[in-house]
Each structure stands twice: as structure tokens, then as C-alpha cells.
């Protein structure tokens, strides 16, 4: 009600009744409301006594309409900043709601490029489980699981083993990328401990964050070998970007 001019009109006996008991009960507990009754009172039996001291005349026009005026840019007002108020909270709903689509079409997204690289490594390990088209026909093998060792930049002395399936069966090495990311395609050359290429490869990442090597486990006896990573630049040149050592151990006698 502060924003009314319910005090002025409730002094001055233009308060319609209803809003009349309304305001009385307000006013009984608002100091400010209170104020500008008597505020208005005061003015009002001032106004009184200059006209009862004054000469009878016509009354003015515009002091007649003076009243309703001042009124009616109050209310002219009050009723500008409510739309005012409104229409901040429409803009501050809309840019919430707009905030929570973008982050879900993000988190969609996200996870569908997830879903995507699972797939594709998927694909590359049942590659790696079919002997190549050159190799004739043999004894059914039996399959089991896909031995994968990690190889990251990390510093320490456990040099990163990995137990050979059995013969005939695929390993696969699960490799880090740089960061921050600089290649879209890597060249992966394997050593042996005695210096002889045991295993080369142009290779595309396979996620976001690493790189997927699939490799038949006889070209990698026990032992201890190393993996060359280089980028490839998009003019073809080869850029060093890690070495990682790493053991393969026997498959266990059943």
C-alpha cells in the first residue's frame, strides 16, 4: 500500500468503503502509512480554512482537477513499475530455462560422442580378434578376455606389465595423448629391448584422451619393449611426443 495513494484518499473521504476497512487495519500497524494520513489531514484543514477565509468565488477548474490529476500519475506510475517488475521476471525465467537447455543439449551431446568412442573401440578389438585374410583356415581358438595395458605419462619405477593371452589372441595397448592436444593422427613404432621394430602403425585416437594399439600377442613375447608415439602434422611431418617401456609376461600354464 505504500506505493498507493490509498492514505490520501482515505484522509480526503475518497476511499471507497471497501478498501476503507481494508486500509484501517493496515494502518494500524504502519508508522509510514500513519503519516501520511495526518500529512494529508493537516493539508486538507489548511485548504479548508483558506477557503472558508476566503471571498466566496467560483470554484477553479483547476483546482478542482487537481487533485485527480496528481492521482491519476501516481497510479500512472505505480502501474509502470509493475510492469517493470514483470517483465524482469519473464527475462530472468527465460534466461533460466534457455541456461538449462543449452547444459542439457551439452550433456547429450557429451554423451553421445561417449557412446560413440566406446563403440569404435568396440569395433577395434573384434578386429584385432579375427586372424587376418591371408592366414589359411586353422583349429578354432578359444576366446576370452582382451588383455589391455595402459601405458600414461607417469613418473615411477613399476615399469607397466602386461600378462600375454594365449597364443592366437589379440593385446591391446591403451595409450595417453599429449596435452594439451596437438595431433589428430599419431605414428606408433614398438621395439624391442634389442633394438629391432617389432610392430609400426599410423594410428587415429580412438577418444578424446587416448589412443587404441591392437596387436597380435606373437608379435610381442615376454620381454621388455618400448612404444614410440610421434604426431603427425598436417603437412606430414612426424613430431616426437613420448616413449613409454613397458614388459610383457608369459600367459599362464592351465
Known sequence: MHETSWPEEYATGRLPAEQRVEFESHLVGCPECLDRVESAERMQAGLQELERRRPA??????RRLAGPRWG???????A?????????????????TRGVEQALARERDALARTEAELARTRAELERARKPPEATPPGPAKTTGRIPVL???????S???????????????LWVERELPLRFERYHVTIRSEQGADVFQDDVAPATRDAL?????????P???????????????????????????????VR
Open 57 to 62: 468565488v467560483a470554484p477553479s477548474p483547476a
Open 72 to 78: 491519476t500519475r501516481l497510479a500512472w506510475a505505480v
Open 80 to 96: 509502470v513499475a509493475a510492469a517493470a517488475a514483470v517483465a524482469v521476471a519473464v527475462w530472468s525465467g527465460a534466461q533460466h
Open 150 to 156: 595402459a601405458l600414461m605419462t607417469t613418473r615411477g
Open 158 to 172: 613399476d615399469l607397466p606389465s602386461v600378462v600375454l593371452p594365449p597364443a592366437g589372441q589379440p593385446v591391446a
Open 212 to 220: 587404441l594399439v591392437a596387436l597380435d600377442a606373437s608379435l610381442l
Open 222 to 252: 615376454p620381454g621388455r619393449y618400448t612404444l614410440s608415439l610421434d604426431g603427425e602434422t598436417r603437412g606430414g611431418r612426424r613430431v616426437p611426443v613420448a616413449q613409454h617401456p613397458f614388459r610383457t609376461l608369459p600367459a599362464p
